[in-house]
């Protein structure tokens, strides 16, 4: 069923999250740490056994200069550099096995799988650490060091995920100038993030992304991971500004609104896990050109590989074609 | 948890199931009628977008003819005629869509996987009807026409699934000497059923192979697909014998006795979906040289991803090494 | 809780189903194709050890001439000619048992209770088959050849409906000038269809009748059966004009448009299975008299034999006082 | 799946329950006193419709005299005292409606359906009360009055049960000769304690009967009413013992230790309401002939019209053909 | 998820229930007869290894002079006569052991914590029994004789609560001029309406007090124990105007109209056992100036601790310090 | 229902988890590095309005000289040094509130609760952060750096738990000689390493502790915190060895083959989140006096105050009065 507002109501939908005032301070100071603290990518071949793609263990230099680990996947026998998609992946999971997810360098582009830190052990395997934990948190990472915004545990993924674009730009076998960032739930949400932070990006496709709206998703979805802001403030009831404070930092929607490139958005109707209303605020914010795809009858998995063919499409389009 | 017998035990389990007399000829008869119905192999190019990935839509006939669709998909550019892997999916699912299910391509097989007739509704898309319905049935395939081996929904997709090979085998781009069949679950047990039917196999790989000692599987899980004919017994409580005997014609196990080709299995011990005993009663009967791999902590996921490169592994020394 | 909108909205609801232009054209080459293939009805006595009720196996000519079977219960030692309830029953289930639902014979009615093809396993048992089938499916019968009108399982399932008002009044212990038609749920639906289209139809009972302004119903509810259509368009992202367009000539708002006999409705407040909106679409459009008993602390229950009492009296009123 | 031991071990199960040695003395007592306060019974008729029963509304004394009510359906015109069927109902419902139910009158019999104190709100229902509470008590009956055997919302109940019988014996349209008891789950244990304790029983129907070996039912089974029990201990963990005394007096392998009629009773091996183990505990104890319909599909439903129509035939044995 | 209005919805929040003309002479008679019942309170010290706190173990007059007890705990060595709190428990619960709930007497207040007849099995001990048990009911006390306010369960549930006042003003340890009650869901209803009903109350902490504006919690919530009476009215079809008419005079709506004393509330906008809007309902029907906590993100946990801390610092604003 | 193996089978239960031979070497090596790492305990007093229990905010050197924080609750006015508790909570929880928990100051003991890193989210609130995180994980702690046993999170816990006594004997209001460490499920497994681990402590209580015989726990539950090892061990299948060994150097079984001290242990019969088998296993390794109260009825909250009355009991036996 329905599990948000109707769809004409959503068209207009606007969200309730505030806009802070040292935004672009904050990240602005954020990545130029990062980047003061950063090294030369490490890339070693991966034996697999297939036959059309090369896979590459890539190590790249994240927040603070901690180590990130991706999969870099190529077509064989690529002669010149590629034009090149950055993938983020959904919560829980990591960057998987060099054996999945082939789909994007089968179509004939360079495709760097970002690993997500201190996840990467529900749906699919990561090998990535988080370094840099605070504070008391519920289970999940969604409210790990959410007592500030310095020390929050999206901060630092952000910047990975800021970081795997640099990192891509500086590979021989990448294009620089044609580099596109996407992802699907949290991966949507750093592509957005990245889309607004990182130079170089041409394109973004954001499938069903997360942490948008935060205020109000929290308070509409009994779902985790939404749910364990809500768990976090249900015992620390104090901490309400604090957290929403924070939260603020980290939303796509005011990632959205600074996010100049064309976006591929979807969103689904019956999903309840990403409310659709956080999904139409920051398409509605968005400050470049924008697509939306929506799923009338699916939860969460959204369009599926319908959404990556017509991503492929996308990509095509703003990379290859263009 | 472990939701079968411990694993001391489950390592010498056979199973409960009898071996129909006739079960010979019965499969003799079914497949020659088939065969006798039988019309040559559509196949038709499809546009995807890939560029080291050729896809081809398959139209086969199946039992009594009836038109069943595959996607065979190549690595593009193969000169020659290719080491084939024909696959089979899981219940509820469909042969999906030309985008999905890159591995065996990319690692340099052909590889045909077939649509599975009145399904392809559930995780995964198809078209393929069942034109064969008869009497009542508990939502689901599983007790489709019960009342008797040769109206059985299985009857009808175990011949598909051997006229799959049959289809394969004339194609130009397969070498019909280097065929092996493979599926997860519902899959594996057509693979295993194709094994034992089907002439030209060199190989199976059986992931939790389903439909294995259906008697103790269907008193040892409450879980679907299994429970289906556990709901149709509830209601025509008479019925059980004539029930029971039908299943024996499309047990695992009485495949497994029957299949001397070198088979590669995997079973979970969290698996409640297909109870483990059922897939060691299998092993235990298969008449040919048997590797079998066991996931303590997995439930009927199995092996995932670990499966498959194991499974290519194993594929690439019987087709290609040999 | 209440599940749906508020009472009061309800009073006022219209749904959101088309009316398609060859709607009753459709229907009239439905029938009378299925007419055409009609042969004379099979009347078997049962043994029950029953004293005071006499019970008839029936089988009649369906859609296509499929066999369709039904039981005959009659109050021992009639007479005369009676007044006749055609019944139709629930999702899921069949005809049932002999000695079942004696209430309608005992009170002094003919009573013909249709088996549902293809179903008959659910809470009650069935016998009757459903050749006609095509196309993939979600477990269930609701997307059962969904992909056109003419192959779709309802098409089939109602044209028995009418058809078993066609056989009762052939019979000689019918008074075929006293006929009704009723049931709960997919049975309401049924009753509401026959009552459309079946000549010689006196009144109609409808029990939250599924069916009901379908495109709103399904994304309202998240409970089978409508959850079979929602599961069908989240896999077949494509096909919801198809489906929907479909639907419109089952949708039970366009029967009781058409259908000009008094009619009793119930509905349930807290149906989460049948939202009480369609029922009130339909009980708004209906083109006869019409009573509804609401139910507010129910859910697909709805009034039980309290709904029985009510449409005893109701029944009696038009069938025999009249 | 099974709920509990193999059929071959329960073949062969005896419980753990123990046997008072004052169990006889006991019920000899309560039977006293409440003969000691009775009344004779009250036999309105009801206006229901109905053209082939007359329902007569039957008030009669129970427990400490206290009002219990009854349904008495009989077939119209019956000339003569008729054999008549005691049903005793399920948890959590009462009597029911007067149009529910009609199969019994409907076969000929006299049948007496007796109201539960204090239930007869969940399923059916009902409009006896229970004056007798004492004590705190899990919501439901089960621990009501637990702390003694003779403050024991059982003792009242079974006490009913037992003066039933008493009072249709003394209706003029009754046989006195002819009567037996039945009911389902609670109802069979109802059934089993009159069968023991009731002067003039002639024959037993204990279908899935609750209560039986009760030590070891409330630690194998979940599922409510059993678990009220556990609930109860777990918070009044120093009750053990009285708990477990109490209950001894009316565990149905006690009652069946002391029946000497002829019994018929049903078990389902999947069923996690009522232990398997418990109902052959009983069937092994029980003093009288037996007969034991097992279901191997069936959850507490158990054959549902199957066993009513195998009970018909039973009970026609007993006291018409006898 | 928020659970019911919004919150600027909630603010102005008035609730649906009727204000029963002759409320307060059934409350004036019922008090009266229960005081005409009463006998002296007893009083026993109980042995506990305590070092700081004493408990004593109180037996007072309810309704109809049943025997209820409590707990009294007390700061040792008190020398003067102390401001007291009378608390009620939360539904399912009992007065609990004398070792549990020591904070109100450690903060220097004798506390005197009222057993619930009929309960205390759930998630704490009682031992109180509910001797006037009447009709059919649901497992658990919501529908216990609810045909009549007469025979209402609550009707004799909030005598005892008052006459737990009247109890604690009698002893020598409470200055009978400074009383305060206070509990939490059930306990904050009983609270509420001890504060209309009982002399001598100072003020009173309802919460999320339970039994709010019951007609609409009834149909916006299907938790328990609301949910009982939904139950209830699902087979007592026709008992709606009775029951809604017996609720009107035990709902806190009333008892807020009425209570002059001023009144801390708290209310949980994620509650679904307790729907905030019947809080919101009472507290802007209360007569005497109120305070109310909003917990946004917990469900009837509420504030937990910190709900009780802030009644601590009213409880002494109100008692100690004014 | 009961979950585990049978009361009888339990009494003789030994563990699987092996003994590794450097465990002794790698907890001294461990402990000796955090002493070196140590500063002076930091107390602060709360201002809380108890009048009967002094609070105090306590701040401790942990694993690596982390600040770690608890409450030092006190009866008010206690002229010399106290016998001292030293409290560890569960899993999920964190020191809570000054004003919870006053049962054991109540009683005339010093009471320090320990808060526990990177929880405190759960059920209660906590303040104290984990900065070691390593690797993957997920979410909860159960796996956090469990690739190693240096990195792992219940290696830093555990020494947390040593610290904390050496912490309390440090302070001038305990009694050096007489100190106690106590604590339910994660709590009891705390409790468990410091009785086994730490100078001083002179007596233990492990209600229901967690963490003991890992290996069998692990595949007879679902539930949480257990199933987040089975999670990760699900993805990452390579692991098991590596997890196993890692687990081995924290299982309660080996904590108590050293723990010289009188233990008093509690285990429940029901529990599914701390399958008793483990209890069993521990309390049969347990190398000083053991008493063990058995709990039939209930789930993890074992004994609840019951268990805490009798740890009482045997506290004051061991601290006060011996």
Redesign the interface.
């Known amino acids: 069923?329905?599990t948000d507002l109707s769809e004409a109501q959503l068209r207009d939908h606007r969200g309730v999250v505030t806009d802070p005032g040292d935004f672009d301070d904050f990240w602005a100071g954020t990545l130029a740490e990062a980047r003061a603290a950063g090294w030369p990518v490490r890339v070693e071949p991966v034996s697999t056994?297939?036959?059309?793609?090369d896979v590459f263990d890539v190590t790249f230099a994240g927040f603070a200069g901690h180590p990130v680990r991706a999969w870099l996947r190529m077509?064989?026998g690529a002669g010149a550099a590629l034009p090149t998609l950055v993938q983020y992946v959904g919560y829980?999971g990591?960057r998987?096995?060099p054996?999945?997810n082939?789909?994007w360098?089968?179509?004939?582009f360079a495709h760097l799988q970002m690993d997500t830190r201190?996840?990467?052990?529900?749906?699919?395997?990561?090998?990535?650490?988080?370094?840099?934990?605070?504070?008391?948190?519920?289970?999940?990472?969604m409210?790990r060091?959410i007592a500030d915004r310095h020390t929050y545990y999206y901060r630092r993924l952000i910047t990975d995920a800021v970081r795997a674009v640099d990192a891509a730009r500086t590979l021989p076998m990448v294009d620089p100038t044609r580099v596109a960032v996407f992802g699907q739930s949290q991966g949507g949400a750093l592509a957005l993030a990245a889309g607004a932070l990182a130079p170089g990006v041409r394109a973004v496709v954001a499938l069903v992304p997360f942490l948008c709206d935060i205020p109000r998703s929290?308070?509409?979805?009994?779902a985790r991971p939404f749910r364990e802001i809500?768990?976090?403030?249900?015992?620390?009831?104090?901490a309400?500004d604090q957290v929403l404070t924070t939260l603020a930092y980290v939303d796509g929607v005011n990632f959205a609104r600074r996010c100049q490139r064309p976006a591929r958005y979807s969103v689904a109707?019956?999903d309840d896990i990403v409310p659709p209303s956080g999904v139409y605020a920051a398409v509605n914010a968005h400050a470049g050109p924008t697509e939306l795809a929506v799923?009338?009858?699916?939860?969460h998995?959204a369009?599926?590989?319908?959404d990556?063919?017509a991503a492929?499409?996308f990509l095509?389009g703003h990379l290859v074609d263009d």
């Open positions: 069923m329905y056994g297939l036959t059309s793609i077509p064989r829980g990591g998987g096995h054996l999945e082939l789909l360098a089968s179509a004939g201190g996840q990467g052990s529900g749906w699919s395997r990561g090998v990535t650490g988080d370094p840099g934990v605070a504070g008391p948190e519920v289970p999940g990472v409210t060091g929290v308070v509409v979805t009994d809500r768990d976090y403030l249900a015992i620390h009831r104090d309400e109707l019956m799923w009338r009858y699916n939860g998995e369009g599926g590989i319908d990556d063919e492929l499409r095509r």
